[in-house]
């Protein structure tokens, strides 16, 4: 009996991340996240060249970036079921070398599900919470592990070194409560995963420790943490800059003071998703869908004090 519902449990955990991977629209005017495969073709990996040595592959889910370096490639994030192999297919157009590393952002199913096709040989690294959420998804029981995090780190971890540098931050909970910031300090370049998907209201994961109270200051410390870098690499959209980053905080703060200004108020969480409209100073910021808003404001309503 007790295994049955610790096995309901898990796949229950890993359906809720499926499904918000899967709920995860385009953002920011011209997302590409969801993008790449017809009707009836196969999966179709498009490459963005972001630095000489530095892509981003869309297509099938979250954005992956492909960094070459001295003696191989790191891969951050493997895309929807059925992406990894598309990538690595993709990636022998780009260079000779192979892929040793495997970066995740978080655990949602269209930024981890094509670990599973990558070679075992490669080490994949994660933050710890994100570990612990992708050993509860249903993808990684039926591979028997494969695909699943040999690495992870706490606040901070530097891989490498020189011009083949790569530093992961992890500033607490915001998209989930395991997402990391993979910088790529000799490029000046940043992979943001869903914390930055795009100019949106977040997707909040509260199933996976998200959370609308805390991702004003993780967004706020991210900016005042990390320096010397001017590109960022989004979880959905285009490639955009460190001014975007600091404006997505602001947006997210404001959108917090504006939930704790009507909970005070006395208004409901209905009235407030009703009313609440992308202030005018955000101009190319896509229009909320109305669940997202909803939840959104839930969320944040239940988490203030």
Wanted: no cysteine; aromatic share 6%.
């Amino acid at each position: 009996m007790t295994r049955s519902i610790a096995l309901t449990s898990i796949i229950a955990v890993g359906a809720i991340s499926l499904a918000v991977a899967a709920q995860q629209p385009p953002a920011g005017g011209a997302a590409q996240g969801n993008q790449g495969r017809g009707p009836q073709g196969p999966p179709v990996v498009n490459v963005e060249k972001v630095k000489d040595n530095l892509f981003m592959l869309t297509g099938g889910g979250g954005n992956t970036g492909v960094f070459i370096t001295t003696n191989g490639v790191t891969v951050v994030d493997a895309k929807n079921p059925g992406w990894g192999q598309p990538i690595l297919d993709k990636i022998k157009t780009l260079t000779d070398k192979p892929v040793t590393m495997l970066i995740n952002t978080h655990t949602h199913g269209d930024h981890v599900s094509g670990n599973v096709e990558f070679p075992a040989t490669v080490d994949i690294v994660t933050h710890e919470n994100a570990k612990a959420s992708m050993e509860k998804m249903p993808i990684f029981a039926t591979s028997a592990g494969k695909g699943l995090p040999k690495r992870t780190f706490k606040d901070k971890m530097t891989i490498g070194a020189g011009n083949d540098r790569i530093d992961l931050y992890y500033f607490g909970a915001g998209h989930t409560n395991g997402d990391a910031w993979v910088v790529f300090p000799a490029l000046r370049t940043m992979h943001a995963g869903d914390l930055f998907s795009g100019k949106n209201i977040p997707l909040l994961d509260a199933a996976n420790g998200g959370s609308g109270l805390a991702i004003p200051d993780t967004l706020s410390k991210a900016v005042a943490g990390i320096s010397n870098v001017d590109t960022i690499l989004t979880g959905h959209s285009t490639v955009m800059t460190w001014n975007d980053l600091k404006e997505y905080a602001e947006f997210n703060r404001d959108f917090l003071n504006a939930v704790r200004e009507a909970k005070k108020a006395g208004k409901t969480v209905d009235e407030i998703a009703g009313s609440w409209t992308i202030p005018a100073k955000y101009t190319g910021y896509a229009a909320p869908q109305a669940a997202r808003l909803k939840t959104n404001v839930d969320l944040t309503y239940k988490e203030i004090p």
